[in-house]
């Protein structure tokens, strides 16, 4: 195993441990992991620390955070499902500009939105939510 040539802290409790100590001497984490490890170790002591009021807290504001996507999601699943015929139709009106621009802003929102839900950031997804309205718009 790999061990740090200096005195290191623990990701994922905290302690400071000797160097060419490859895992915590408190929590057996060890040394050197890759990040997602880390983050996960980081959210796990965070959710036993907190208190059962705050962490009460923080379920019912999560969900306050994603109510925010509404209702502009009903209206970016609506313009993603109606995208194909809307597209033809403006290509068979010889509307290029508009069904290029389509094109163009659902694509890159639905790619987003495919990137927010692996990365689960509802910002990210947003974005994307407001790229296919904007497409959408521009079609208008
Ligand atoms: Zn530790």
Same mark, same amino acid.
């Given at each position: 195993?790999?061990?740090?040539?200096?005195? $290191?802290?623990?990701?994922?409790?905290?302690?400071?441990? %000797?160097?060419?100590?490859?895992?915590?001497?408190?929590?057996?984490?060890?040394?050197?992991?890759?990040?997602?490890?880390? &983050?996960?170790? &980081?959210?796990?002591?965070?959710?036993?620390?907190?208190?059962?009021?705050?962490?009460?807290?923080?379920?019912?504001?999560?969900?306050?955070? $994603?109510?925010?996507?509404?209702?502009? &999601?009903?209206?970016? &699943? %609506?313009?993603?499902?109606?995208?194909?015929?809307?597209?033809?139709?403006?290509?068979?009106?010889?509307?290029?500009?508009?069904?290029?621009?389509?094109?163009?802003?659902?694509?890159?929102?639905?790619?987003?939105?495919? $990137?927010?839900?692996?990365?689960?950031?509802?910002?990210?997804?947003?974005?994307?939510?407001?790229?296919?309205?904007?497409?959408?718009?521009?079609?208008?």
């Amino acid at each position: 195993m790999k061990t740090p040539s200096y005195d $290191w802290r623990c990701h994922s409790c905290g302690e400071t441990n %000797a160097a060419g100590t490859g895992r915590c001497t408190s929590c057996g984490f060890p040394a050197f992991a890759p990040g997602r490890k880390i &983050v996960a170790a &980081v959210r796990e002591r965070e959710s036993t620390d907190a208190t059962a009021p705050v962490s009460a807290t923080h379920a019912s504001q999560d969900d306050l955070d $994603w109510a925010f996507l509404f209702p502009e &999601v009903i209206f970016a &699943v %609506a313009v993603i499902l109606a995208f194909p015929f809307w597209f033809l139709s403006l290509l068979h009106e010889a509307s290029y500009r508009s069904a290029l621009a389509l094109a163009l802003l659902v694509s890159s929102g639905v790619g987003l939105g495919w $990137w927010a839900w692996r990365i689960e950031n509802k910002w990210v997804l947003y974005a994307g939510i407001v790229l296919v309205l904007l497409g959408a718009a521009v079609a208008i």
